[in-house]
C-alpha cells in the first residue's frame, strides 16, 4: 500500500473512534436540556481536566504554536508561558468558586445565566447581551479551527482546502449534534491523550535523527543565534502582549463551563494538578517540536517546510512509518475537533438557552415547550455555527493564530472581569456587569482595527472593562440580603475545597 493509503486508514479509523464515541454520549443523554448542555453536573475531575485542556488548546498547540516559535524563536514561547501561568490561576481560584456558585444561584448551567441569577437582572438584557458575544466570537473561534483543518489535509493529502475543512466539519457536527456536552466532553478526552502522545513522539522521533540535544542547539544557533532567547528580538509590548494570552483563560465559556460540570467545588483541586501536568507536557512538547523542527530542517534543506505551521506535519510524515504518522495526523484533528466541539455545545447553549429560552418567555410562547423540543433546538443551533463558520472559513489565507487570538481576546477582555467580580465581588451589579461586558467587546474590536500601540487587544479590553464595571456597579449598588446570602453560601462551598 501507498504512504498515503496507510495515512488515510489511520486517520479514518479515528473518525469513525470519535463518531463511536459521540454515539456512545447519545445513549447515554438523557432528553433534557441540563443534560444536553452540561452533562448533568457529573464529571469526574481528570475527565474535565483532560477536556479543559483538549479544548482549550486546539490546532494552535500543534500548528500555530510550534510554526511561531519555528520562524522566530523562543520569544513567541512567552504565550505558552502565560497560557499556563493563567490555566493554573483559573483552576485555582475560579474553578471551585464558580461550581459552587452557579448552583447556589439558580443551578445555571450556562455562563449568561448564571450572571443573571448571580445579579438579579429581571431586564434580561446581560444575558441577551451575553448570548450575542458568545456567538459573535465564537463564529470566529470555530472559523479558526475550519482554516487549520482545511490546511492539514491540503498539506498532508493533497485534499483541497474547502473538501478537508467540510469533512472535519460535517464529522465533527455530528458527533457533537447528537452526544451533546458529554460527547464533546469524551471526545476530549480521548483526543486530548492522542495529542499527548504526539507531541512526544514527535519530537524525540526528530531529536534521534538530527544526532542529540548538541546537534540540535548548535544547529538551531547557526541559523539564529538569538532563538533561544526569551527576550532578544522582541519588546517590552510584545512580551506583555504574549504573556497576556493567559488573562483570556477567565473569560472562556468552554473553559470554565468545565467548572460548572465537575461533580463537586472540591474535585478542583485534583482536577487542576491533571490539567496543569497535561499542559505543561504538551506545549513543551509543541516547543520541543520547533527546536528540533529547525534543526532538522536546517539539515535537510530540501524538505523544509513552505509554512511553517506546518513543521509539526512534515516531521510526523517524514519520521514514522505511514500508518503510525497518520495516528500523529490524527492527533492534529484531534487539537481542531476537540475544540470546535466545545465551542459549537456553548454556541447551541446560547442560542437556546440564552436567546430563544428568552425570547419564547417574553412572547408567551414558553408554554408548553419541552425539554425535549429544546434538546432538538439545541442540536439545530450545532448545525447553525456550523455551517456560518464554514462559511467565514473559505479563505485559506487567513492565519490560525490571527483568528484565535481575535476570539480569545474578545472573551477574555468581555467575560474575564465580570466573571471574576461575580465570583469575589458581592457589591458588583447587573448595570456594572452590562457596562463592562459591552466595554471589553467593543474595545477589543477597536482596538483589533486601529492599533493605536502594538499591544495585545485583550489587554485594553480587560482593563477598560474592569474599570467601567466597578464604576458602574459602586454608583449602582444596593443591598440586597439574598444576593449577599448566595455570595456567602458559594464562598463556604468553595472553601471546603483543598489547598
Known sequence: MSESTYQTIAVTLYFVA?????????SRTRDNLDDYMLAGRGLKPWVAALSAGASDMSGWLLMGLPGAIYAKGLIEAWIAIGLTIGAWLNWKFVAPRLRSYTEVAGNSITIPSFLEHRLRDSSRSLRLV????????????????????????????GVSYVHGMLIVAVVTMVYTLFGGFLGATLTDVAQGL??????????????IQVGGVGTTVDTVESVNLNFFSLVAGGSVLGVISAAAWGLGYFGQPHIIVR?????????ATTARRFG????????????????????????????????PETVFLLLSQILFHPFVAGLVLAAVLAA??????????????????????????????????????????????????????????????????????????????????VVLLALFWRRLTHQGALAGLVTGAVVVFLWGEFKPIDLF???????????????????????????????????????KAPA
Do not use: H
Open 18 to 26: 470519535m463518531l463511536g464515541i459521540g454515539w456512545f454520549a447519545y
Open 336 to 417: 481542531i475537533m476537540s475544540t470546535v466541539s466545545s465551542q459549537l455545545v456553548v454556541c447551541s447553549s446560547a442560542l437556546v438557552e440564552d436567546l430563544f429560552k428568552i425570547f419564547a418567555e417574553k412572547t408567551g410562547r414558553a408554554v408548553g415547550i419541552t425539554d425535549s423540543t429544546y434538546v432538538r433546538l439545541g442540536r439545530l443551533g450545532v448545525l447553525l455555527v456550523a455551517v456560518v463558520a464554514v462559511v467565514l472559513a473559505i479563505d485559506p489565507a487567513q492565519s490560525i493564530l490571527d483568528l484565535v487570538g481575535f476570539a480569545w481576546s474578545g472573551f477574555g477582555a468581555s467575560f474575564g472581569p
Open 259 to 267: 467548572f460548572m460540570a465537575l461533580r463537586s467545588p472540591q474535585e
Open 130 to 157: 451575553c448570548g450575542v458575544i458568545i456567538l459573535v466570537f465564537f463564529t470566529f473561534y470555530v472559523s479558526s479551527g475550519m482554516v487549520a483543518a482545511g490546511k492539514f489535509f491540503d498539506s498532508t493529502f
Open 194 to 207: 492522542l495529542m499527548l502522545a504526539a507531541l512526544i513522539a514527535v519530537p524525540v522521533a526528530a531529536l
Open 276 to 307: 496543569i501536568g497535561w499542559m505543561v507536557a504538551s506545549a513543551g512538547g509543541a516547543i520541543a517540536t520547533a527546536v528540533v523542527g529547525l534543526a532538522y530542517f536546517t539539515i535537510n534543506p530540501e524538505r523544509a517546510p513552505k509554512d
Open 457 to 495: 487587544e485583550i489587554v485594553p479590553g480587560f482593563i477598560a472593562n474592569l474599570v467601567v464595571a466597578v464604576g458602574v456597579s459602586l454608583a449602582t449598588y444596593r443591598p440586597d440580603e439574598i444576593i449577599d446570602d448566595e455570595f456567602d453560601r458559594a464562598a463556604r462551598l468553595a472553601e
